[in-house]
């Protein structure tokens, strides 16, 4: 097997497992967040788009890991995909502002704390990074326990409309 060959290969597995992760939800998910300058963001705010709402925290390196890949799905996806980051952990804004300053991160950072209220969580949180992605009529369409690729991310969303 080449290189090429082992990295298709892992591709698929993981679009697998994202796909083996769908959970349709009988309701519409929503919470309402603060961002870092306080202004509220709900997720049915962005309704009409795909939104990957990202929990992670400074002190993680599999989440520090993924955030270029996050950045890249959102200011590449021309506005049709949207990723609201969820900081989960308690700290201070000027330690957390430069971080995602020196990370160079344009989605919104919303702020979640290290014990959230279970309202403002799309679903359970095993470890971190968790990512769900929401479809843009509302619902859960995934979750990813570990790093995600802006290109598994596309990947899954292709698939996912070209089944309907």
Known sequence: MTIRQGKL?????????????????????????????????????????????NYWATWCPPCREELPELEILHSQSEGKTVVLGVNMEDIDLKPLRAFVDDQFLSFPILLAGSQPKESQLVGQIPGMPTSYLISPEGEVVARQVGTLTAKIVRSFISNFEADK
């Open 9 to 53: 290969a892992l591709m698929f597995m993981l679009v697998h497992f994202l796909l083996s992760q769908i959970a349709m939800a009988d309701d519409k998910v929503d919470f309402t967040l603060p961002d870092m300058e306080g202004k509220p963001h709900s997720l049915s705010d962005y309704r009409g788009k795909w939104v990957l709402v």
